[in-house]
């Protein structure tokens, strides 16, 4: 009776691997590919409490005509896909003015407006002496940052100061700063 039991067993063990063998299955495979393209984004610029667009820099009185004033910092943050610098240069090399006055009003960037880079988070070396205020260029594009890594939210703060002196009539004056991110 067990040997019985057993070669019953054993036909049951056989048949049951002969089914699971003759099971049909099917594979099949897929590439993926990703074509990524370099990418490079610079953010709007804002102050600490989240302010953005453009900065206003009230000068009245003497002490601030004759000493200058600071604008409060600005942060920029890139995302880029390669590492990168950072350039800046006023788009023109004087002030466009608005107001009343007929003379005096051909004030220009580099004797008036000076920029630094008061926080760098980017990994990168803050360039060209930008520790510490310098003349912001009309002519010529001033290095701000070297090596930044690539990455998302590599952040830098900048700040401004403006010194007009009593050189210019009173009225508006404006300029538009450029920063140029390039990847290497």
């Keep these: 009776m067990k ?3 057993i070669t019953f067993i054993a036909c049951i063990a056989t048949i049951t691997m002969a089914i699971a063998q003759n099971q049909p299955s099917s594979g099949a495979s897929q590439t993926v590919s990703l074509a990524l393209a370099n990418v490079v984004q610079i953010t709007q610029f804002s102050t600490g409490s989240g302010n953005s667009g453009p900065v206003e820099m009230p000068l009245a009185g003497t002490n601030v005509m004759a000493n200058g004033i600071e604008s409060p910092e600005y942060s920029v943050s890139i995302n880029s896909t ?3 610098s950072v350039k800046a240069q006023a788009v023109s090399e004087y002030f466009t003015y608005t107001g009343n006055a007929t003379t005096n009003t051909n004030m220009r960037v580099s004797d008036v407006l000076q920029l630094k880079v008061a926080n760098n988070s980017t990994t990168g070396t803050v360039a060209g002496g930008h520790t510490s205020y310098q003349p912001v260029s009309g002519s010529a594009q001033s290095q701000i940052i070297n090596n930044g890594s690539r990455g998302a939210n590599q952040t830098f703060a900048i700040k401004y100061k403006a010194t ?10 404006s300029a538009s700063i450029l920063y140029t991110v390039t990847q290497f």
């Design 3 to 5: 040997r019985t039991i």
């Design 82 to 84: 390669n590492g990168f």
């Design 164 to 173: 007009p002196g009593y050189n210019y009539s009173g009225g508006n004056y």
